[in-house]
């Protein structure tokens, strides 16, 4: 935002103010418009829409500065106002800070302070603009790609709970997404702004969980010269996305349950209470009511954390999806990676949709860049997608492979057939065949070579 575009209002009952305040204004370039008390001021901030309002406290008429400043913040949230008096007191400028002014100017009024108080409010709102277009781009690049009933569903869960407070504990197989929902939480909550930090017990020692997520203090064990912060301290105000709380060990969720009780915790070796608002939301793939019966799992800990129950569907449970989520990800690799877009045939669309995705999305994902790597043309088949690892179990070409030790072997052997499927497909023309496979034809040529296929041109 630039002075040219920026609309400044001044509502003040004294005419000389308002005369020689709007003529150094206009000076600089920026648009004013002038109101003489708090009545017209009002109407003026609904005409005008001003990015800025420098409010007299003390005026007469049926408002004074601090009632317009207390309607106005209700009804104009993105106008800033700056509070501008000639015998304001210390309580006066703390009620109008409180009421949400983002300044508080005496008179007699300073050109330079008047003309800093811009610049920091111009660039405040530059940053939130930017800020605000950053969250959108990366809201539509975490957004969950379905339309199944089930996916349907998940998106309605996360509209409704995202703007609340509630723990959420987000249950599912691995790959089928627990990460993009928790962000999708997180973004679309009040706390989009503040950060959101991970972590995945699983990959963590047992010994070592306690002090990564709450933090070490300096001199708790051998080694620790400074004070470490956790992954609380680090989500301070936002979200702690907690990954497979299944493998936490006991001590741990002991020490969890307590933070999400009263809010506070102790570093390891510390004794001082650390306050933090933090909202925890936690995934597992592991089944935790049976981890509870089986005693490995903290009862009241589960209770806790299932506020707001999640289950992500497995892909095998939402087919329908596979061919939009084929699109998403081509999409995504060939805008990433350079590659043209592929194609890919109606047969190999009906394998996929056949395929029972242990991995879920996760590994379709996986795999549809793998896909891109390993395919040269622009289309994609069928012997395309076995080539690129995706095999039935009743396939026989999966016997053969399970008898390859190395993945040069099978990429070798089914490089070879697919030249030999081309080839023929093309009877015999190379020339024809490299075109049609987007391969230079010398390059072509060595491949024939090098795997002794035989052709009479």
């Known amino acids: 935002m630039t002075a040219l575009n920026t609309k400044i209002l001044i509502i003040d009952d004294e005419a000389p103010i308002r005369d020689v305040l709007s003529a150094s204004l206009r000076d600089e370039g920026y648009q004013v418009s002038l109101a003489h008390d708090g009545e017209s001021g009002i109407q003026a901030i609904r005409d005008v829409q001003p990015d800025i309002v420098f409010l007299d406290i003390w005026m007469p008429g049926k408002y004074d500065g601090i009632e317009v400043l207390n309607l106005a913040r209700k009804e104009f949230p993105h106008v800033e106002f700056v509070m501008i008096s000639g015998h304001g007191t210390i309580e006066t400028a703390v009620k109008a800070t409180k009421l949400g002014a983002w300044d508080f100017i005496e008179k007699p009024l300073s050109m330079d302070k008047i003309l800093i108080v811009i610049s920091n409010i111009l660039s405040y709102q530059q940053q939130k603009e930017e800020k605000a277009l950053l969250l959108n781009k990366l809201r539509k690049s975490i957004a969950l790609i379905g339309e199944a009933p089930s996916i349907v569903a998940t998106k309605q869960i996360i509209a409704r709970v995202a703007p609340t407070s509630s723990w959420v504990l987000i249950q599912g197989e691995a790959g089928t997404g627990k990460e993009l929902v928790a962000q999708n939480i997180h973004y679309m909550s009040s706390r989009a702004s503040r950060p959101f930090v ?3 017990c699983g990959g963590i020692p047992e010994d070592l969980q306690d002090s990564e997520i709450f933090g070490i203090e300096k ?5 620790v010269e400074r004070t470490k912060k956790g992954k609380l301290d680090l989500a301070f105000g936002g979200t702690l996305y907690i990954a497979e709380i299944g493998e936490l060990n006991q001590a741990a969720q002991s020490k969890l349950l307590k933070y999400l009780d009263n809010r506070t915790y102790t570093r390891v070796g510390g004794t001082e209470l650390i306050e933090n608002d933090v909202r925890v939301i936690a995934a597992s793939s592991k089944d935790l009511e049976k981890e509870v019966k089986d005693g490995r799992f903290r009862e009241d800990l589960y209770y806790r954390l299932n506020v707001i129950p999640f289950r992500v569907p497995a892909l095998r449970e939402h087919p329908e999806d596979i061919p939009v989520l084929v699109s998403y990800f081509s ?21 996929m949709l056949a395929y029972q995705w242990p991995g879920n999305v996760r590994e379709l994902k996986n795999f549809i860049e793998r896909v891109y790597i390993l395919t040269p043309g622009d289309f994609v088949d069928v012997h395309d997608l076995r080539f690129a690892g995706l095999i039935d179990k009743d396939d026989e070409k999966a016997v053969e492979m399970q008898d390859l030790s190395t993945f040069r072997e099978a990429r070798a052997q089914f490089e070879k057939e697919y030249l030999l ?4 497909e093309n009877s015999g023309n190379i020339s024809r065949t490299a075109e049609v496979i987007g391969l230079e034809r010398s390059y072509l040529h060595r491949k024939i070579k090098a795997y002794g296929i035989d052709t009479k041109e």
């Open 219 to 223: 001199g708790a064990m051998p080694g």
């Open 198 to 200: 991970e972590i995945n």
């Open 421 to 424: 499927r081309k080839i023929g």
């Open 331 to 351: 999409d995504n690799v060939s805008r990433e990676s350079g590659y043209p877009k592929k194609a890919f045939s109606e047969k190999g669309v009906e394998k």
